[in-house]
């Protein structure tokens, strides 16, 4: 079973950059589409982007509208590892974001499947 941990999250201000790690064990990363979540205080966790696994031609992603524009999924197979630059950040990105493999059909929203790591906090503040 896959293991995922997550990494890069902080304090940052309204309008400021972040960039996230997912590293995860296992040798099948290649061939597993995946996908970044995120759960704010109170609230259900929520589809954030989903990339492509390397069985394709390109990467094919997509993300929630929320954060179309400002936030860029990305993936390093040699590493085992995704990414999510997060530019022009609000107050309403502030959250634990968790990284997943998924089941996806582009264009949606990818399903979480497997189990999930720690997370990592992002908060949006002045």
């Known amino acids: 079973q896959v293991q995922l941990v997550e990494s890069g999250g902080g304090l940052v201000q309204p309008g400021g950059s972040l960039r996230l790690s997912c590293t995860a064990s296992?040798?099948?990363?290649?061939?597993?589409?995946m996908g970044w979540f995120r759960q704010a205080p109170g609230k259900d966790r929520e589809f954030v982007a989903a990339?492509?696994?390397?069985?394709?031609?390109?990467?094919?992603?997509y993300y929630t509208d929320s954060v179309k524009g400002r936030f860029t999924i990305s993936r390093d197979n040699a590493k085992n590892t995704i990414y999510l630059q997060m530019n022009n950040l609000k107050p309403e990105d502030t959250a634990v974001y968790y990284c997943?493999?998924?089941?996806?059909?582009?264009?949606?929203?990818?399903?979480?499947?497997?189990?999930w790591g720690q997370g990592t906090q992002v908060t949006v503040s002045s």
């Open positions: 997943a493999q998924v089941l996806w059909q582009n264009p949606r929203p990818a399903t979480p499947i497997g189990s």
């Open positions: 296992g040798r099948t990363f290649s061939t597993n589409d």
């Open positions: 990339i492509s696994s390397s069985g394709r031609n390109t990467y094919y992603t």
